[in-house]
């Protein structure tokens, strides 16, 4: 049994999903591409040596009988269009985050799937899949911590361009905690607050960083995240959970211990690809293997829209200063 | 040379104090004593084999020519009287904290000594005489992580008495972060936040716990501050500073490592009078160094003062929710 | 291109590796099965279901022109005969460990292969495929930390049956240290010694247990290997190189570090299983995609002979109590 | 109560013990100094303000009414002589390692004390003082580990001079293990074997660096110590018990941790002075104390004998590459 894939943006993301369908995972063949540049399309197709046909219009791909699961890995702002016409094609869809660029559009997906009766979206939110979160969720579900009351978290970068600003410290750096920290503790937001610690040389002079985002959940966990996306030393994803009875850490990521040159020494990552590189894999196999099975049970639509809820409240406490409280709808029996 | 001193209380601080001068450190000999309670005093005396002299009153104990130097070990609400007299006597005088109940108590000692013309008052706070904080200093001043930007720091306790109350998390135990944060950044506190995360089942119904400080200094680092006095698991005090190039962590105390029952393991403290007894000898001998050499470099009252200041900050803090602005005074050149 | 492979053996491992190349590799087909009991391979066809056909006779699949490839998985005495007749029929062909029970049956297949002209048989061997060792051999390349001088390491069990006996600890236990080693160090053994400590009383009467094994290389590098089948506290396989001017150490599996019960604690492995389970799919994988391209890069016939010496040399070390000398042919220029 | 002290010798050690006594120590006063060279003791006196008489003639000092107790820290060769005197006078004495340059000058202390009918030798072994293995042997008389049935150690320093030789890596360096690890086990040795792995470039061409001397205990516990002079990266000391049920390791000393230039570090010490610098303060306040209370408690003659006919045998191992038996007569109930 193998689900044939059409994906639509040939960029370096969408490329990184075309080469695992094609050479690392079971059960999955890419058989179409779409891309705005169709040359994109014809350099991967030769690349990889694909068996695939291209098309001019991404909604073609969709529509096409030879297509029976969709990727999609476009420019953001086309990804709810995508995603709609997908869902009216009767066709799952993995789409890559965001899931639409505002809450709204999210809101739209969510409303379409619901209309269409059957659970066809999965959002390209991959730390869920992640070897290490996993572990920490199950040792909080084992209650061998307690009830978790808070979370201290860093999300640090070494270093970023000169076009990252102050918003995306949240719609593209702590929209990953986001996604995983309601996964984690099964909870939802209730409001958020950033505050702007001393600001560290290195950052550009329109960029505010480090920040700090203070969450509350609706049971009243308090989390604290700092985001800082030129911290120089290396790309560092923490997470304490700290619950009634005991602290647990995300792990670190597996590294050689040394002893040499007076230090006794674990490496850190620099480059955040290589940090949730086997997520990827897993994610992905994971939405092959739920069409296949007709049991979609990945990050859904309506994990889009909260996160996209959640990430709207955090822009704005980035601008007032305040507590911003987050309201979110009750969640549809559909997505229980 | 040997300093001798008198005391003036003689519960379970003053008798370990009693006992550093008498049995740990070099050069100081306890020579009087004084308690409300005169057969507390005989007991020490007997207990400890001391020479020394008691006395039913502590003004007499302060102005016998017998005694060198003071060590206040008596209730807190005692202390400003004590130490105005001792300052009056021309004599230095180690005060265990609180300095003074209110900031103006402080402030009254300030400018007794001030106006002494010489520096007498040593404060009990004994943290910046550890070994883990004075090395996280050197390493901070050492530039290796560049300038600071933030700190994470936990205060955690296994358990409390039903008699800690929602205030004491401030007085009692952020008190000290609140004086050896100041020492470690050479920073002032600007403003202060409370936020009650989940509440632990395990504390009291009155007492709010876990808590989470939020402060702010002059040079714009910002400080959280997770204050948890039922956390079961152990007496723990974390620091992490966070600098524009790296990270720093106070060292977790000494310990064995196993491999056992499918763990590997270091333990962790549970009695918080281990964690920090020899600071209390370093600290200690640092006084009686300092009273010997005419020169006082410990703890002033200047920094008693300063942390009342921002105490008394932080309990508003705990009961408006809002972000406290902290003002302190120009430090006058007196303490520089 | 999908490789059809024909599986000779299907007990526990058998059975592993016909689901991994079913459900978690690429490029692979499980087409034919033969086992003693006939009734197992129709067992194994039904719970994956298979489409493959079942032979009474292990050489008819060996020669069955759908077959490409040969994985034998049955009772290690059979290996070498099944090894043979695939190498005859110029196939290639993946072997659990042992190559064949004797260091002269490893080196028939050795002569065998030579003969053949052409590269055809991998051993089971996976601990070359562990990212930990992996990461190990890197770092020792990248000369970091000097040459290599000494390995301390150790290969600890929870427990063993009443049926392990004291020789198993080199043929069973060691067998895995004396292939890694080598491939880590790409050097050869020149020496082994047994000594036995203090008696665990864990252990069956009739085992000696723990016992470490001394060995050196033809370069001069000491090596001492724990081996502890009965430690009770976990399965733990430990490797430090200590080099010219650094020390590194085999990583620890990745696992949640917690706070809890005054112990500050990650987590240890007691089932093997899970220690190396990844190194198999990437064993098999490398096979696998190693045929189909013509290069075979694991470990070899000759790597299944160099162990099967050195084995015999520590079991006469264990009765013998001395050094004894392990002599090995040149390398035929075939392997290099 | 304070004890009268006579320093012979004042070199290096002589003045940090004298320093110690003066400065940091209670209930000691360094009263006397002897030196073949009066002028240091006059350097000495000066430096350190001390009021002590120098005497031209050690045996003067030994026998001068003013000194109570004796520290010999001259030349090792002299040791013998002055430690035997100052039984004769009926004296306590401190005696640096070695306590006498044979295993028969040892045996000669120990029957001269044993004819004076009263301990008055301690020698200067600090290791069983140094909390990290007080605390070791404290969980290894707990049982949580079990029986002890395997030491794994390590002692590294960065370099050492042209002058150090090979069997100095025995005399020097492998005697502090000899001495603390019978402690630690309350055991003796049995047989000790050295065994040369390939030599590190960056020793002297005269010496053989490193080595791994193994020893066998009375009880059965098999030792192995690596001891590598020139390991270039820190002075590290590495002590690893493994017992029936668990494993427990030396602590490493306290250190901070810091993200930086992508590692994640502890700083590991370069200079031995400092590893053992808070064991040489409780040792020698243990002695004072000891000698006070009349109950000497610390490392005996026997110890000192038992270490030196260990050290003697590895020597011979050295030599010729062969298991050397270790007798050791029945321990005298004086010494029980």
């Excluded at 909604?59 to 029976?68: A, C, F, R, T, Y």
């Excluded at 949240?170 to 995983?180: A, F, K, R, S």
């Excluded at 092959?288 to 959640?310: E, K, Q, R």
């Amino acid at each position: 049994m193998t689900l044939n894939i059409g994906v639509i943006g040939t960029g370096a993301i969408g490329r990184e999903h075309i080469r695992r369908c094609s050479q690392v995972l079971q059960n999955a063949r890419v058989v179409a591409l779409n891309d705005i540049n169709r040359a994109n399309c014809e350099q991967v197709v030769n690349e990889l040596g694909l068996k695939a046909e291209i098309y001019d219009n991404a909604h073609d791909l969709i529509n096409s009988p030879e297509v029976q699961a969709i990727l999609v890995t476009s420019w953001g702002p086309t990804h709810e269009e995508f995603v709609l016409a997908a869902i009216k094609a009767g066709k799952a869809v993995f789409c890559e985050k965001p899931l639409a660029v505002t809450a709204q559009g999210c809101m739209n997906i969510v409303e379409a799937e619901i209309a269409a009766g059957k659970k066809l979206v999965q959002v390209g939110f991959m730390r869920p899949y992640d070897s290490g979160y996993r572990a920490l969720k199950t040792l909080i579900d084992s209650g061998e911590i307690g009830e978790p009351l808070m979370l201290h978290c860093a999300h640090r970068n070494p270093e970023v361009g000169d076009s990252y600003t102050t918003d995306m410290a949240i719609t593209d750096t702590l929209i990953h905690e986001l996604d995983v920290l309601r996964w984690l503790l099964q909870d939802d937001y209730k409001s958020a607050q950033v505050i702007y610690p001393r600001k560290t040389r290195k950052a550009s002079s329109h960029l505010k960083d480090p920040q700090i985002v203070l969450l509350e959940t609706v049971k009243g966990v308090r989390i604290d995240v700092e985001i800082f996306v030129n911290c120089e030393y290396g790309y560092d994803i923490q997470c304490q959970v700290v619950g009634e009875s005991g602290v647990a850490n995300l792990p670190e990521p597996m590294s050689i211990q040394t002893r040499s040159a007076a230090k006794l020494s674990t490496g850190i990552l620099t480059d955040w690809k290589k940090r949730f590189i086997d997520a990827y894999d897993v994610e992905l196999q994971d939405f092959i293997n739920n069409v296949l099975s007709g049991n979609m049970t990945g990050p859904s639509a309506w994990d889009g829209y909260a996160a996209a809820v959640a990430a709207d409240a955090c822009v704005v406490a980035q601008n007032n200063g305040e507590i911003v409280p987050i309201t979110m709808p009750a969640r549809p029996a559909f997505y229980h």
